[in-house]
């Protein structure tokens, strides 16, 4: 199934998404941000090719909200997650930083996930409880032991609820360097690759983190949110904070400091 999955994202990026790339028509949601025609045509051939897969319904980002959340009460049993294009605002600039994610959830967690970002045809997936992988390499692809104040870090700094956190992230974190790149399924695959020692986000939606937790997940790496240790439990499905790291050492500090700022 994950090499099915596998080969069905890459086969929508192809068709669907380069296609498009610096050539696409744009609208905009009803909540403000961009959509485009290639955010559309991608969805609509993962829900011809996902039910081939594993037969039931499927989750789009594209979907109003109603429609998500009636899918999400009533298929607890297996439903596919699906972001069609993470990075939107990237893909329309032209900035080559853009990926398609599909994961397939069962009982509020991810079993299969996949992450493909085509201009640089790297594609991140995994399944529970067999590890993850890169273009068919173990990930991390890079284990580098530091510590805290050596570290780069991920973040979404707008997304952060508290003022105090968001103002402290800017000024005060205790990391190397910070990033923020556009796109939080890459985000995640980053971090598993150990292109990133931690990462914080104020709030993620499903189909942000779905396949990419897993990915981070199953590649070794710890997690949580904001206000609680199990990453995959509570009920703020449709908008998760995040924080991660690779090395259990940094991440227990990095918890720390993330949840004494907020």
């Not at 829900?47 to 009636?70: V, Y």
């Not at 990237?90 to 959830?105: D, M």
């Not at 103002?167 to 974190?173: E, G, I, K, Q, V």
């Not at 205790?174 to 931690?198: E, N, Q």
Request: one cysteine or more.
């Amino acid at each position: 199934m994950l090499n099915k999955l596998q080969a069905l994202v890459r086969e929508v990026a192809q068709t669907e998404v380069m296609p498009r790339f610096l050539d696409v028509a744009v609208s905009r949601k009803f909540d403000g941000s961009l959509l485009t025609e290639a955010d559309l045509a991608a969805q609509a051939a993962f829900a011809c090719g996902l039910p081939e897969i594993i037969a039931c319904p499927m989750l789009g980002e594209e979907m109003s909200a109603q429609e998500q959340r009636h899918l999400w009460q009533y298929n607890e049993e297996g439903l596919w997650v699906v972001d069609p294009i993470d990075g939107t605002n990237n893909f329309i600039n032209g900035l080559p930083h853009f990926a398609l994610s599909a994961a397939y959830v069962r009982h509020g967690r991810a079993q299969l996930g996949v992450v493909y970002n085509p201009v640089s045809d790297e594609c991140f997936y995994a399944q529970r409880g067999q590890g993850a992988y890169i273009n068919g390499r173990t990930l991390p692809l890079r284990s580098v032991e530091k510590n805290l104040h050596e570290a780069i870090a991920g973040a979404e700094i707008k997304y952060l609820r508290s003022g105090k956190l968001s103002s402290r992230m800017n000024t005060l974190a205790p990391v190397g360097s910070i990033r923020s790149l556009g796109s939080s399924t890459l985000d995640w695959c980053y971090l598993a690759a150990g292109r990133y020692d931690v990462y914080v986000h104020g709030g993620q939606k499903l189909w942000d983190y779905a396949a990419g937790a897993l990915i981070f997940e199953e590649a070794g790496g710890c997690l949580a949110t904001l206000e609680g240790d199990d990453f995959w439990s509570g009920e703020h499905v449709f908008s998760r904070s995040v924080v991660a790291a690779m090395q259990p050492g940094v991440f227990a500090q990095w918890l720390k400091w993330i949840r004494d700022n907020q």
